[in-house]
C-alpha cells in the first residue's frame, strides 16, 4: 500500500503541524508569563498581609504595655493611699520589737485576727 500523497499537501500538513506546536509554544509562554505574574503579585501580597499584621501586633503589644504600667501605677498609688498600710507597718514594727498581741491591738486598732496574723509573719520572716 503505498501513499500517493502529493507535495503541496505534504507542504501543508507540515506549516499546520509547525503552527500548532508553535501557537503551543506561545501559549506555553504566555502562561508562564501569567504565572510569574501572578506569584509576584500573591507575594508583594503576602508582604503587605504580613507587614499589616506585624505592626497591627506591634501596637497591640505597645498599648498593652501601656495599659500594664497604668496599672502598675494605679496600684502603687493605692498601696500608698491606703491608711491600713501604715496601721500594719507599725503593728509589725511593734511585734518585731517583742510588743505583745494585746499591746498592738490597743496600740494600733486592729482586731485580734489581724494581729495574730501579723505575729505569726513576724516570727516567719524575722
Known amino acids: 500500500m ?18 500548532t506546536g508553535l501557537v503551543g509554544v506561545i501559549f506555553s509562554i504566555i502562561l508562564r508569563f501569567k504565572q510569574l505574574a501572578f506569584n509576584h503579585t500573591l507575594s508583594a501580597y503576602n508582604k503587605e498581609i504580613l507587614t499589616n499584621s506585624t505592626v497591627g501586633i506591634g501596637r497591640c503589644l505597645i498599648d498593652m504595655e501601656n ?37 498592738v491591738i490597743q496600740t494600733c486598732d486592729v482586731s485580734r485576727v489581724e494581729a495574730e496574723f501579723l505575729h505569726k509573719l513576724a516570727i516567719r520572716y524575722s
Open 2 to 19: 503505498s501513499l500517493n500523497i502529493s507535495l503541496p499537501w505534504l507542504t501543508l500538513f507540515a506549516i499546520l503541524s509547525l503552527t
Open 67 to 103: 495599659e500594664l504600667q497604668k496599672l502598675a501605677h494605679s496600684q502603687y498609688n493605692i498601696q500608698l493611699n491606703d491608711p491600713m498600710r501604715s496601721t500594719y507597718q507599725h503593728a509589725t514594727a511593734l511585734l518585731q520589737k517583742g510588743a505583745s498581741i494585746d499591746e
